[in-house]
């Protein structure tokens, strides 16, 4: 764990920093922005990179290296397999190297790179979205479930799209995601859902819906898996890792209680928050539901990237003598999430060959 605590000090120290020197840019509409340092964030997303990309182990990354040892990636392969831009990816990396390090490492560049530029650009205090992105536990679960992980980058890069209402933009970039990821489809009803008001009907229907499904799992998964059964998916019906934990679901919920209660000034300040709101609003959903399955976890991972924009403006949403109050609180209270989490539940061990000294 000395890494990961080394990479939380340094990414959130230069992302402090790179806002504090910031530069203003005065926006069409005469609105004064300001733009955190390229040059730090740079150095908070090379150690991300470095972290992720030149580790030894992490939950599946010994069976990816092992995939990516014993394959040739031919096209007949390739084409062979569920999830064939992955395949392309590492048919390409393989004609330049046979050391699956670069495999990992490449991996690391393209989902922290994608991510870290959507946060430059819609986090209101940038600093603390990169430090929840890592204490929240996603940050580790891409060096877990790197496919998903980089499917939901690559769908996150197109966060612009989805706010602009430009869908088809969007749609292809899903189905870019999908040949690395197929549950990145799940994106294109998504759309429809989300790109309306928040704390409608609708938005209470979901919960409701995430509460039936919990009260009603036995019956719900019957059905899901009876109907994908002849899917790459059928095999989940046998998933039996339990449910995730109550406190996952109450870290997910408290961003949005705040945004509810504030969610008048939240829409003054923050362009296209509904929507943010509302994608946020489906993370918990499928948050609640995995409380009996960690499966539907997984699909919870396209949206939390949302909730870690979210929770940079709802700081903003208190009176300005109690805001800094709330940021300090923020940090605090992800931190010791951050330890239990990783240190008391999972009782992470991280392996590098690069960084031997902190190991």
Known sequence: MTILWINLAIVFTLSFFARYFSTAFITPNSMVIFKPNKWLIGGALLSLVLVSGLRANIGDTGAYKHIYIINDFTWDYILSQKDYGFGILQMILKNISSDPQIMLLITALITNVLIILTLYKY??????????????????????????????????????????????????????????????????????????????????????????????????????????????????????????????????????????????????IMPNSDYIVNLSLIGLMFM?????????????????????????????????????????????????????????????YYRSDFFTLFQ
């Open 123 to 268: 986090s209101r205090l940038f600093e603390l979205s990169v430090y929840v992105f890592i204490a929240n536990g996603w940050f580790l679960t891409s060096m877990n479930g790197i496919r998903q992980c980089l499917a939901a980058a690559i769908v996150f890069a197109a966060t612009k799209f989805l706010l602009e209402g430009r869908w088809k933009k969007f749609f292809l970039v899903v189905l870019l995601a999908s040949t690395i990821h197929q549950t990145a489809l799940i994106l294109i009803p998504i759309y429809f859902i989300v790109r309306r008001k928040a704390w409608t009907g609708t938005t209470f229907s979901l919960l409701l819906l995430a509460v039936l499904i919990v009260i009603g799992f036995n019956q719900f998964t019957g059905v899901l898996f009876s109907a994908l059964k002849d899917t790459q998916y059928g095999g989940y019906s046998n998933f039996s890792e339990g449910g995730a934990n109550i406190l996952r679901v109450a870290v997910d919920s408290v961003p949005l209680l705040i945004a509810f209660l504030g969610r008048h000034k939240l829409r003054s």
């Open 288 to 348: 609640i539901i995995s409380t009996q399955s960690w499966i539907f976890a997984r699909f919870s991972l396209y949206f939390t990237l949302y909730q870690i924009i979210l929770i940079s403006w709802v700081v903003k949403l208190f009176k300005e003598n109690y805001q800094r109050l709330i940021y300090f609180g923020i940090l605090v209270c992800y931190f010791i999430y951050f330890y239990y989490e990783e240190v008391i539940s999972l009782n992470i």
